[in-house]
């Protein structure tokens, strides 16, 4: 098993109260949208590309293993766009990220 499929599965599982969830291979990760809008990526070495809020975008890429997404050599994507190194998405590190991920997620879909 692949360290993204890995990832996947434990991400799938994680989710498995929200509604809707949509997965969808997207730039060669494994991507899971929420309610239409996406939450999370699994990528290839294991790592997670999660969005959040903009607003908290600097507070977030303090914690350990976060650093600011990119998409290419000198391209970054932006505020409320964060890769997590495999490292820290091991354990409950998955968990914790999901959970601000879902937060940024029921803000912007207006759901409680």
Not at 32 to 56: I, P, Y
Not at 77 to 84: A, D, K, R, S, T
């Amino acid at each position: 098993m692949t360290a993204q499929t890995e990832l996947a599965d434990r991400v799938r599982a994680l989710l498995a109260g929200e509604d809707p969830v949509r997965e969808q291979g997207m730039f060669g990760t494994r991507s899971f949208l929420v309610r239409e809008k996406l939450l999370a990526s699994a990528l290839r070495d294991g790592g997670l590309l999660v969005r959040v809020a903009a607003d908290r975008h600097e507070e977030l890429l303090a914690r350990p293993g976060a650093t600011q997404a990119v998409m290419g050599p000198g391209r970054d994507m932006g505020p409320g766009w964060i890769e997590v190194r495999p490292a820290a998405v091991a354990g409950d590190g998955l968990a914790s990220w999901l959970g601000v991920a879902l937060e940024h997620n029921r803000a912007v879909t207006a759901t409680p």
